[in-house]
């Protein structure tokens, strides 16, 4: 415990003596550490280089230390580019925590032998757990009528309207991306009594529900579309017009994957036309900026990129950070390793 | 209503159904689907007679009663005036405005709406536990109000894996949240008027020690004179200050004042409600409050529902006078 509190003290003093614990680099601190606090992360087998407390200017910072720098800790906000790694020629892992990858060159970490490690399964509960409760308050209008009740129209106008409230049984429910938490999402949506389809990059042969190469045909035989993938140069805009089209008027999506899976502006398009009866967005292309046309929406229910996190899951992305840290410097096997690039 | 002749003298014969109070499913569906060649409505509501003479002008052709909540309650008397009656169906699973004991004395049938609704429930218990625990309707109000750009994050919700919830009443709609709950990684424990035998859930004798070992009760039983205000202070301070409260059954099975006092002091975290004691009146302390979840009755509604409960009342209005067993009988006799 001596060697940690030491650490304590020289973390944030950049003009001590070098220590002998390799850095770990931190450009912006991921929203993890910020909710859990920094104190939980702190290991003896490695020290934390935080960037955001130096003086210097990034790249005088990054060179001055480029030497000790053995492992990057990053997030959405602090993207690992293949100029960064170029600065960081002792770099040998990047650890992100988060479940994307998306901004992590991973071909250019492939090609300099760095090892990857992201969130695992740590928020695939989580994740399914908000997939879903956003379909069930979408289709069954929870939010809208929780807005309904407040505002006094139970009492003067009487009954809920039934309007376009579906049943879930026997629903037919196409998992874009088949992860994770889409397998999680999966097992719940069975439970429910709904009919699972999916899309992958690839076929799960393990998995006896019914797989569409296509997007949009998988949308064109779903009643309702649940994004879970990651967000990758294919992913992108994936889910546009021709999809929105085939899944159709009755049709409903729910986003928990990135905003930029969808062509929001097309998104919102269809919404405000009826042209698909409702959506369930955790994720926005522009966050914290949603588009404003989706307020006056009742069949829209919007979370500020929220529904997926829990206290639990981020301490379990807490342990599991450290614990890939830990593993690296110990020569261990990683815990999460990211396999394909 | 014109008619020929004989066609009016047909529909004449059939067998009536009392209606006491307009039922807005059949509005809903639409009057035409209810139509019948075995029975047909008589609405006490559109007499200008009062309901005691009405009842007396037409028993000898009332054979059966359709009820739904918020109807007049089929008393003893009413059943006294009505001796040709040998059927009640209601449009609702719950039987708390049906007299039970004279209608079996009587011998008069029951049919509910059995277990048609119990997905629908039970999806919707399901849902508003999400929203209580993950914030999903507050967030959604906190968006709108375009506070996520200028407030920044919203708090973080509770994890709903691991959850120990806590189902008061295991009949089908109990059942059908357990094994919803159970694909969550959600335990299950009961309490219920018997224990179920062939159910491997822990069961608890009482409803307080039941509140004392979860994190969230979900209440899916009827309303009775035993069930009547059994979720009190008592319950509510067992099951403790992180604890939820779903109640997708009826509103006086809780004390609704010291369950909201329990809100208001933070004695327990949250509340998913689509039901109240004294409907459409919610109390105001509730409307300031974003760790509950509010909802007008509406757990039983899809239009799917609608048409299968449709189906069965006329299939169990049918049956009976076709002498045929009845779809959805309640009881044993």
Avoid at chain 2, 72 to 80: E, K, N, W
Avoid at chain 2, 196 to 220: G, Q, R
Wanted: charged share 20%; aromatic share 8%.
């Amino acid at each position: 415990m001596a060697d940690q509190e030491e650490e304590q003290d020289n973390t944030g003093d950049q003009n001590h003596k070098p220590q002998d614990l390799p850095q770990v680099l931190i450009l912006k601190p991921p929203p993890v550490l910020s909710v859990i606090g920094e104190e939980s992360f702190l290991s003896n087998k490695y020290q934390f280089l935080k960037a955001w407390e130096s003086p210097l200017p990034l790249h005088q910072f990054l060179t001055a230390h480029a030497g000790s720098i053995q492992a990057i800790l990053c997030s959405g906000a602090s993207p690992v580019t293949d100029d960064l790694l170029q600065l960081l020629p002792s770099v040998r892992l990047v650890v992100t925590a988060s479940a994307g990858t998306n901004h992590i060159d991973l071909e250019a970490c492939h090609r300099r032998g760095i090892s990857v490690t992201n969130a695992g399964n740590v928020f695939s509960d989580d994740g399914a757990d908000a997939a879903v409760g956003l379909l069930i308050d979408v289709l069954r209008k929870i939010t809208a009528s929780d807005r309904y009740v407040r505002q006094g129209l139970w009492v003067s106008e009487g009954d809920y309207p039934l309007g376009s409230k579906f049943q879930l049984r026997g629903k037919r429910v196409g998992i874009v991306g088949l992860g994770g938490i889409g397998l999680e999402i999966a097992k719940r949506l069975e439970a429910l009594g709904c009919n699972v389809l999916y899309t992958s990059r690839k076929k799960k042969t393990f998995l006896s529900y019914p797989f569409y190469s296509d997007v949009c045909q998988l949308a064109a035989h779903s009643d309702a579309l649940i994004i879970c993938c990651a967000l990758t140069d294919q992913t992108r805009h994936m889910i546009d017009k021709d999809v929105f089209s085939a899944l159709g008027k009755e049709g409903v999506i729910v986003n928990v994957g990135r905003g930029a899976i969808v062509d929001e502006k097309e998104m919102v398009r269809c919404l405000v036309h009826g042209e698909i009866a409702g959506a369930g967005l955790d994720v926005f292309e522009n966050e914290p900026d949603v588009p404003k046309e989706l307020f006056e929406l009742d069949n829209v229910v919007l979370s500020p990129h929220r529904a997926v996190f829990t206290p639990e899951s981020f301490m379990a992305l807490c342990e599991l950070v450290v614990g890939n840290l830990e593993a690296f410097f110990s020569n261990k096997p990683l815990l999460s390793p990211v396999m394909d690039v | 209503m014109a008619e020929s002749t004989d066609c009016h003298k047909a529909q004449q014969d059939f067998p009536k159904v009392l209606i006491l109070k307009p039922i807005p499913f059949i509005n809903l569906v639409g009057e035409q689907y209810f139509a019948s060649n075995k029975f047909t409505f008589v609405e006490a509501y559109d007499s200008s007679l009062p309901l005691h003479q009405f009842l007396s002008t037409h028993s000898p052709s009332i054979k059966a009663i359709l009820s739904s909540v918020g109807a007049p309650p089929i008393t003893s008397d009413i059943l006294h005036l009505l001796p040709e009656v040998g059927l009640v169906v209601t449009t609702s699973v719950g039987l708390n405005q049906v007299d039970l004991l004279e209608c079996r004395r009587r011998g008069i049938k029951v049919a509910n709406a059995g277990s048609i609704f119990s997905d629908d429930v039970a999806d919707f218990a399901v849902g508003l536990l999400i929203d209580v625990l993950r914030k999903v309707s507050a967030s959604d109000g906190y968006v709108r109000k375009g506070l996520w750009a200028t407030k920044g994050d919203y708090p973080l919700g509770s994890k709903l894996g691991g959850k120990r919830i806590g189902i008061v009443g295991l009949g089908n709609i109990g059942f059908a949240v357990a094994k919803r709950l159970e694909a969550f990684r959600c335990s299950i424990s009961y309490n219920s008027r018997k224990r179920k035998p062939h159910v491997s859930y822990p069961f608890y004798e009482s409803v307080c020690e039941l509140a004392a070992n979860c994190d969230v009760l979900v209440i899916c039983c009827e309303l009775t004179d035993h069930t009547h205000h059994m979720i009190n202070k008592e319950v509510l301070s067992a099951l403790g200050k992180e604890g939820v409260i779903v109640n997708i059954g009826r509103g006086a099975i809780i004390n609704e004042k010291e369950m909201v006092q329990c809100l208001v002091q933070g004695e327990i975290a949250g509340a998913g409600l689509d039901v109240f004691e004294n409907e459409p009146d919610v109390p105001l302390e509730l409307f300031a409050m974003d760790n509950v979840v509010l909802s007008p009755h509406v757990a039983v509604f899809t239009p799917e529902s609608f048409l299968d409960l449709r189906d069965l009342v006329v299939g169990n209005l049918e049956a009976f006078f076709s002498n045929k067993p009845l779809l959805s009988k309640f009881g044993d006799w």
